[in-house]
């Protein structure tokens, strides 16, 4: 009996540790919270339209998805999107808050997924460096396919007006690959770099705090 007992205790704790705590939920909304707020403070970048906008809202996911794992990662991306989509509504018809879950789960997923096979500096950067080149991908498939076909038809653009705002900041581009070359590229790469540059910078004096709200 006692052995029985034992070691359903033992499985009762195993099931509990797979999954979130309240604690964990809590942490979870609020990296979430956080995560859209930065989306608001937005910086035009030279080298794209004006759409295009940077922010650092991925700088809480990625710190969740290290802190409490690459599920966790995937709510709290999801978390932020859903805030800024209430507050600030969607000139896309979701099309664009989805594309932007999708692209921000490309970066936090795998840098999340390959920190927790070890946790070391060394992870962390290939991590994020792996991170940052799907993400890059990602975006260039989306926003080629997706994305700025939507925005022409939301907008009632044709696409060669969205490529013409391209090639007014860049002679070179001429048309969707281009743009999604010469345009969507940098920007992510550049705000993959950033975010993962301002995580590792951060990261370690932040989850000793996350540690110690776990308990």
């Known amino acids: 009996m006692k052995e029985a007992a034992a070691v359903n ?11 979130f705590q309240t604690r964990d939920i809590a942490l979870i909304g609020m ?10 403070f937005e910086l035009p970048l030279p080298f794209a339209p004006s759409f295009y906008k940077l922010d650092l809202s991925e700088v809480p996911v990625l710190i969740g998805s290290f802190a409490l794992g690459p599920a966790a990662g995937i709510f709290i991306e999801l ?3 859903l805030i800024h989509f209430v507050i600030k509504g969607t000139s896309t018809a979701g099309v664009g808050e989805a594309a932007n879950f999708i692209i921000g789960c490309a970066l936090i997923l795998p840098a999340g997924i390959i920190y927790r096979t070890g946790k070391t500096r060394k992870r962390a950067i290939a991590g994020m460096a792996a ?16 994305l700025l076909p939507t925005y022409a038809a939301a907008f009632g653009m ?28 940098p920007f992510n790469l550049l705000k993959g770099i950033a975010v993962s540059i301002i995580t590792f910078l951060i990261y370690k004096r932040i989850s000793g705090l996350i540690k110690h709200a776990r308990g």
């Open 158 to 185: 044709p696409m060669d007006a969205l490529i013409g705002m391209g090639s007014a900041v860049n002679s070179a581009v001429h048309d969707l690959a281009t743009f999604a070359i010469l345009c969507v590229a």
């Open 131 to 146: 991170g940052t080149v799907i993400m890059t991908a990602a975006g260039c498939l989306i926003n080629a396919f997706v």
């Open 31 to 40: 990296f979430g919270a956080i995560a859209s707020v930065l989306m608001f």
């Open 9 to 19: 205790q033992k499985k009762a704790g195993s099931t509990a540790r797979q999954g």
């Open 79 to 81: 978390i932020k999107i």
